[in-house]
């Protein structure tokens, strides 16, 4: 069936550096893209999200690419804080129904002070 | 804006009880939505609603019922509860960009 995935299940990083958080996808008729950060016993917080017509989109120290061919997908975080330790969710939606995301299983990111 | 609410925060239940998990928002969105989120599988959509007086079924709806007489409020039922049930239950609602989410229930069937 379809799925979406993570390549790595955990990333550690030192506080400054750049971390990058990747996700594979396999619906090629998925059309919209989100990433969701969840911390410690919260709700998933929505980050940034992309059209299937882009290739990058940029936020406040977010960017999201989008690679359509081999589909995958990517997280960057520029100068990775420890706010930012957290598991990150990308999530697509399928037959392009917006409506009902289908969900990776998450990354978590622990970030070294 | 309180954005949106779930309660209880924690319930603990017996086997075969019945409990309602409460969620209301408070944004006007239309569309709204209950997932469980248990270790390694990530968030499952269980119901959804695209407005009031219309809801549908998701990826795993088996033992639970919804309802939709407000766009506020979307309760979600358990009618006979399971321990396949114990779970992290968040509620979420969208303008049809992202979604935002309560802060979750977590429940435990003994």
């Known amino acids: 069936g379809e799925s979406v995935g993570l390549h790595l299940p955990t990333l550690s990083v030192q506080e400054g550096d750049n971390s990058i958080i990747n996700c594979a996808y396999s619906?090629?008729?998925?059309?919209?893209f989100i990433w969701y950060k969840q911390e410690s016993g919260k709700g998933p917080q929505f980050i940034i999200d992309?059209?299937?017509n882009m290739d990058k989109r940029q936020g406040q120290r977010v960017t999201v690419l989008l690679n359509k061919t081999v589909k995958h997908l990517s997280l960057q975080i520029a100068a990775t804080q420890p706010g930012d330790s957290a598991v990150y969710f990308c999530?697509?939606?399928?037959?392009?129904?917006?409506?009902?995301?289908?969900w990776g299983l998450g990354t978590s990111l622990a970030v070294n002070p | 804006n309180a954005g949106v609410t779930q309660t209880p925060k924690f319930q603990v239940l017996k086997t075969g009880q019945s409990m309602t998990l409460q969620c209301a928002q408070d944004?006007?969105?239309?569309?709204m939505s209950w997932y469980r989120q248990d270790p390694g599988m990530g968030l499952r959509l269980i119901h959804y609603?695209?407005?009031?007086?219309?809801?549908d079924q998701g990826e795993v709806p088996n033992g639970y019922n919804v309802s939709r007489s407000t766009t506020e409020d979307f309760p979600l039922r358990l009618l006979s509860a399971a321990p396949s049930q114990t779970s992290v239950y968040f509620c979420?609602?969208?303008?049809?960009?992202?979604?935002?989410f309560g802060p979750g229930t977590r429940l435990t069937v003994l």
């Open positions: 979420a609602s969208s303008y049809g960009r992202g979604q935002f």
């Open positions: 944004m006007n969105h239309e569309y």
């Open positions: 609603s695209v407005g009031a007086g219309i809801t």
């Open positions: 619906n090629s008729a998925s059309d919209y």
């Open positions: 992309i059209r299937s």
């Open positions: 999530a697509e939606n399928g037959a392009g129904n917006n409506r009902k995301l289908i």
